[in-house]
């Protein structure tokens, strides 16, 4: 494959993509962004906690 013909089919792929929209709807973005959140808080404490040596 060459690069004009994958770049030719990208271009089509994001082209079919905008009747789809993408998003589930069963998907809430605030719930995703604060469990995100909420995870990576964690994983800061766990860190945090572990490292005595300082």
Known sequence: MSLTATA?????LASE???HGGNHESLN???IGG???FVLLLLLF???RF???R
């Not at 030719?8 to 089509?12: D, H, I, K, V």
């Open 46 to 48: 766990i860190t945090t």
């Open 35 to 37: 469990g995100a959140l």
């Open 29 to 31: 973005a605030y719930l």
């Open 8 to 12: 030719a089919q990208l271009a089509t």
């Open 51 to 53: 490292n005595r040596d």
């Open 17 to 19: 993509g905008g009747e």
